[in-house]
T-cell receptor, first 114, second 114 residues
Framework: DQQVKQNSPSLSVQEGRISILNCDYTNSMFDYFLWYKKYPAEGPTFLISISSIKDKNEDGRFTVFLNKSAKHLSLHIVPSQPGDSAVYFCAASAIRGGSEKLVFGKGTKLTVNP | DVKVTQSSRYLVKRTGEKVFLECVQDMDHENMFWYRQDPGLGLRLIYFSYDVKMKEKGDIPEGYSVSREKKERFSLILESASTNQTSMYLC?????????????FGSGTRLTVV
């Protein structure tokens, strides 16, 4: 049972346009959501996060939107740059026994074309 | 600024060999994790540890074991490597404070079993 779903394995956009990456979750107990970015042959790096009590968080070109009623979040990248080409993982967090446990989606490969 | 270090970036091992993947973190984190990443399957949790000498199975523990003798070090062991264990292996660590801080990942070890 996949609790965090990224239904688009890949996405291709033109440089300068908006990239929108989507993520759906099933467990209403998640209280924090994160996006990680991963280049080939490197480990994932933290990009941006949002608490479940908020509906938007912005950091430069990156904005994450959370729709709790729909159990859906999205990552917007504006404007997209070729260096943004990477695999993006959505993750949901819950505190279990005093420790944080992340559940990851399968990732979306973003390609930004010059 | 080194945080999570995996001892090898690339490894090639023969079928049946015993393989050790080492991970060290310098952030005094309580929690440590081992994932493998495969195309189309995302990040799959193999084992994790919330404390020294403590370990718990993740989603795909078969064929693997772990060791955590010191807080900063978490080792993944392939008892008898097989070709289906060819993968990118990622180590991660996190705080155990009951708060949502996400994970810090190492750079990964690309293991090829021939």
């Amino acid at each position: 049972d996949q609790q965090v779903k990224q239904n688009s394995p890949s996405l291709s956009v033109q440089e300068g346009r908006i990239s929108i990456l989507n993520c759906d979750y099933t467990n209403s107990m998640f209280d924090y959501f994160l996006w990680y970015k991963k280049y080939p042959a490197e480990g994932p790096t933290f990009l941006i996060s949002i608490s479940s009590i908020k509906d938007k968080n912005e950091d430069g070109r990156f904005t994450v939107f959370l729709n709790k009623s729909a159990k859906h979040l999205s990552l917007h990248i504006v404007p997209s740059q070729p260096g943004d080409s990477a695999v993006y993982f959505c993750a949901a967090s819950a505190i279990r026994g005093g420790s944080e446990k992340l559940v990851f989606g399968k990732g979306t490969k973003l390609t930004v074309n010059p | 600024d080194v945080k999570v270090t995996q001892s090898s970036r690339y490894l090639v091992k023969r079928t049946g060999e015993k393989v050790f993947l080492e991970c060290v973190q310098d952030m005094d984190h309580e929690n440590m994790f081992w994932y493998r990443q495969d195309p189309g399957l995302g990040l799959r949790l193999i084992y994790f540890s919330y404390d020294v000498k403590m370990k718990e199975k993740g989603d795909i523990p078969e064929g693997y074991s772990v060791s955590r003798e010191k807080k900063e070090r978490f080792s993944l062991i392939l008892e008898s490597a097989s070709t289906n264990q060819t993968s990118m292996y990622l180590c991660a660590s996190s705080l155990s404070t009951g708060a949502n801080y996400g994970y810090t990942f190492g750079s990964g070890t690309r293991l090829t079993v021939v």
